[in-house]
């Protein structure tokens, strides 16, 4: 005899199949009643995120009991249509009022309603109604509750904010940005800095502290439209901003040393606003062990801060080619190995260090020089580090090399040494000066770096025109930069990802895989070939794949999925009772 199972029998598979894809939210939700985990949740899964996986699996499991219920009651012979009402009302009740989450998140952390948020924000974003498919800027705030609504009002302009703080690839650089344009003041060189770097040409503040700041200074920020009402929110567009992607002839900057010593490197650039547009720093190793001469000679300018040279001999020597043959070399021994050493191999311009301090005031005297000229050194910020003096790396006047010399000295000893060498300069600091400018913010230590920049690389000699390139965005996942002259390379100012790939076809369609380096705050940048056989018009195409990771993971998500459709319908369906 064949008969189809009832009752609870039935639903019991796909009962247990959705109760145990239920279940886990339904306990991360409610966890924080019973005491555990006290102040711990998954990171991307917050418990008041949770109700959108319970609203696909808990519903059918709610569904199939609540059927289980009403056939009880059926069998009962209670056949009320009142007493079925009113259980399906008390589910509903207990669903929507109990207090499943503590702490709820709501638009009450902003102390602001949704439509007073949208009286107040509508009129000052105004002037965005006419760029809402322009994805070459960002809209820059710095309020959670905002950027969730600006993506529903215009969703095709870029902005900083997130609408998922998980999301945030590297939150230290989206930090040092909100922090430094919405909550410090009069620190225009770092904002216009950030603002560069993170292609901002529209600004909200809706605090008059903040506001007061841009309003201040006219001559780099435009006042947009103001609403008068809660929340006084106004926009401000930024006269320089440049765009996200954009092909550049600026110096590329490879720093080799520590996570640490390019953080100090980027950031100090920051003080004296020596932005993309100038500079390009890219992320580099702490040691060369894995470059070549051919690696090296993409990039205009190498620094060494905080570097580790795992086969010393091998470092300086490939440095001597690189210079040699027209390489620009910065070596601040400040932050090093080399802090004191006996001796230290060409092409650094002294051949002997010594970690020493001169006290807690500095006893310049300087020469005249490309670098040292225009920069007032009074105004540099005392040599003290936690209470004490100031570390450096000094040498001695007998031990710089015949083709340098010294351009500035502390009670006698050189500070900085500079030569040319070959078709190359070299530059040697030993103020460890990137962090000693982070110390203080100083905006003439900065420029004193900079300056240093441009003279390594030669970029004071000649000047930097326009690009002729135009950029389409098909899709969020892929960018093709059409470039119609030649240039060093592209600047894709978005977080640097390992599933980014980038290649170059040709006017013969031939296609070139390109390296993305990770550039300023790990953005990405790609180098153009130098092959003369290489002639524009060129595309240089970005595109988001997928990665096998990832593959497998979905794989394994589908196979779940599978599994537990299969176990909830059971197979066979039909079973034979004997």
Known sequence: TIRRPCGINMFKRPLIAFGACAFPFLFLTIAGYIGWPSNWYVNGLCPWETFHFLAIFSVIACCILLHIALDWIRIRRFKSVVLKIILCCVVIIALVQSPFISDQMSLAFLNWHPRDIDAT???????????????????????????????????????????YAQGVLIPDW???????????????????FLLDWFAVKWILTCDSYSREKFLNKPEYYLLGPVEKGRGGCCVFIYKYSSPIIVA???????????????SDVFRALAYSNFNSSCCIPIRGDESLTNYRLEDLKKFDVIILYGYRPRDRNRM???????????????????????????????????????????????NFSYVSSPITNGIDFSAFSPPIYNGGPWGVSASYNMSVRPWARAILWDSGRPLIVIGELGRGRVIWCGLNLPYHILSYHNYWESLLLA??????????????????????????????????????????????????????????????????YRAGPDFMYVHMPSNSEITPPLRIVFEYDWAWDEIFGYAISATTFVALMVYAIGLPIHKQIK
């Open 316 to 362: 300086w020597s490939l440095l001597r080619q690189y210079v040699t043959q027209g390489g620009g070399l910065i070596i601040d021994t400040g932050y090093s190995p080399d802090s004191t050493s006996s001796f230290i191999p060409s092409p650094c311009p002294v051949e002997k260090t010594e970690g020493t301090a001169f006290g807690m005031v500095w």
């Open 121 to 163: 924000l509508k009129p000052a974003l105004a002037l965005l109604e006419s760029y809402n498919s322009q994805y070459e800027y960002r809209f820059g705030d710095n309020i959670a509750g905002v950027a969730a609504l600006f993506n529903y009002w215009y969703y095709a302009v870029p902005q900083t904010k997130d609408y």
């Open 248 to 262: 550049s002839n600026a110096t590329v900057l490879l720093v080799v040393g520590s996570d640490i010593g390019y």
């Open 174 to 192: 989206r930090y040092w940005l909100e922090k430094a344009v919405w909550e410090r003041g009069n620190n225009y060189e770092e904002t216009n």
């Open 451 to 516: 300056k240093m920049i441009q003279w390594v690389s030669g970029e004071s000699e000649h000047k930097r025109g326009a690009i002729d390139f135009t950029v389409t965005r098909p899709n969020p996942e892929c960018v093709i930069v059409t470039l119609n002259e030649r240039a060093k390379g592209v600047l894709f100012k978005e977080c640097y990802f390992r599933n980014w790939r980038a290649y170059l076809v040709d006017t013969k369609g031939r296609r070139i895989d390109l390296t993305i």
